[in-house]
């Protein structure tokens, strides 16, 4: 019995061991798992936070100024246009004014690529016979063609047809141009920056000093134009008149002999 009692009671002790063993073990467990759930936490914390700073500095780094941005609000304004593109811009605005005067309107660009109809249009000369109309109907076709000649390199030639075509409606009407029409892009007109205002108004200036070279070429090509069509008559009628007489020399006509028979009496009646 006393054995028994013994025994009972170590196994109590055993199971009692036992179960204070697991209780701690499942806290030890359970807190581990804890610590390394924060562990983890932590260290996705760390990256983003990482991450925030690099995006960051690296959107500090693309808005930091540079050179052009240092530049006063003036240089800034407007695709920061120079003293040369306003001086260009102004000579183009003035051109592209007198040409929409003279041609009443200014027709899109024609959509064909067919390069037959650039030389094609080119081929045509004006003369000086033309109406205000045709030179109106040809000098809108030129300007239609401006980006396919662009296309095939010939814009200069197309460009210099069309001055002159517009020249010559300059002299046929009465129309008077305003060139307060050529410089109206507030682009320019209104800069901030004094040179680019300057520079614009100067290029509105040599834009009328083309237009000036444009009339006075127009009027010297249709003087020259005129001296070799009278000269071209002048050969033609020599020249018809040189093949009438070796005609008749070869076959006389009856008039040519009734003529010949009659000088023939009249010199007999002088003897």
Known sequence: MKNTGSSSGATVWVVLIAVVVAVVLFRFLILGGVALL?????????WLSAAVITSRTRAIGESAPTDDDEQPPAARWAGQ?????????????????????????????????DPRLLTGTLSVVPQA??????????GRA?????????????????????????AMLSDATDDEFDTSLGQVNDQYLYHPDRQVRTAYLEGGALGVDLIMDAVTAARAQAREDAATRAAAEALAQQRTAALRALRET??????????AAWDEEARKLEE
């Open 38 to 46: 924060g562990l983890a936490l932590l260290g996705l914390l760390v």
């Open 81 to 113: 246009p120079s003293a040369e593109e306003a001086r260009a811009a102004g000579a183009s605005n003035m051109r592209t004014a007198w040409i929409s005067w003279h041609l009443r309107s200014l027709p899109p660009p024609e959509d064909s690529r």
């Open 250 to 259: 070869h076959h006389p006509t009856e008039g040519r002999d009734a003529h």
């Open 129 to 138: 016979d033309w109406d205000v109309d045709r030179l109106r109907q040809h």
């Open 142 to 166: 030129l300007w239609s063609l401006r980006s396919h000649a662009r296309r095939h390199e010939l814009l200069d030639q197309l460009d210099a047809r069309l001055d002159r075509v517009v």
